[in-house]
């Protein structure tokens, strides 16, 4: 998976600067060519079939390769098993939110990748998978939110895993084919919200904004005004997350 890596890499300086050397360019076609025939032989076949083995090592390792396949060599049953892994009832164990994180840092790039070669797959992921993968977010992050843990390296898995679905919720919110499904989610953005403001405990993730209010859910001003109102699960008034609510909700009036 080296060569699929460093053919992303270039390509995206390629697209950036338009600046390649001629060796640069020359092995770009190398890494090109290699990256193909990985996938005429079934690349994502043999990785997928490697997350079922049980060591978190393993299954990190695989979703990190898989973050380097081209988007337009994703085919339909990759999408799929894709999706399938993002089950809530294992957030926590292990090193599953950085699984998860990095299959939603692949699935944001599978909803708003720009290029013409990668239309019929971003099309596809918007047309059959982006309903099961929104509603599965959701939950997960509804999951990871509302666990308390103390020990750092574990909450800073746990912020990991929240920002990358942010980033995919974001994505949604910029697509008209997918927006429309984080529409009426009061009782989730408050409750996002609130167990960011309750449930963190290391301070430096304190100052680590969850900016779910910048998604979709965010632009209904009546969920904005639900999520601070009196009840038992209260956001107190001068604090960060209650100060993003409130500059939200003057966004909105501008």
Known sequence: MFF??????????????????????????????TCSRLDEAHREDALLKALDVPNDNVRLAV?????????????????????????????GAGKTELVL???????????SDPSKKALATTTLFKTKFSYTAIT?????????????????????????????????????????????????????????LFDEFDK??????????????????????EALLYAIRTSHEQIEPYNLVSFRILHQMANLLE
């Open 4 to 33: 699929c890596k460093e053919y992303a890499v270039l390509e995206q300086k390629d697209k950036l600067s338009k600046n390649l050397t001629p060796d640069q360019l020359k092995i770009k076609a190398l890494f090109k060519l």
């Open 63 to 91: 979703v990190h390769c898989l973050y380097y396949v081209p988007i337009d060599e994703l085919q339909a049953p990759e999408i799929d098993n894709l999706v399938k892994l993002l089950q809530p009832q294992n957030v």
């Open 101 to 111: 994180s990095v299959i939603f840092n692949i699935l944001s790039n599978l909803i």
């Open 136 to 192: 599965n977010a959701i939950a997960i992050m509804l999951k990871n939110q509302e666990r308390r843990v103390d020990d750092e390296e574990e909450e800073e898995e746990k912020y990991t895993l929240a920002l990358s679905v942010v980033n995919f919720l974001k994505h949604v919110s910029k697509e008209s084919k997918t927006r429309d499904q984080l529409k009426n989610k009061s009782e989730v953005l408050k409750k996002l």
């Open 200 to 221: 963190t405990t290391q301070t430096k993730f304190r100052l680590t904004p969850v900016e779910i209010e910048s998604t979709q859910m965010g632009l209904d001003f």
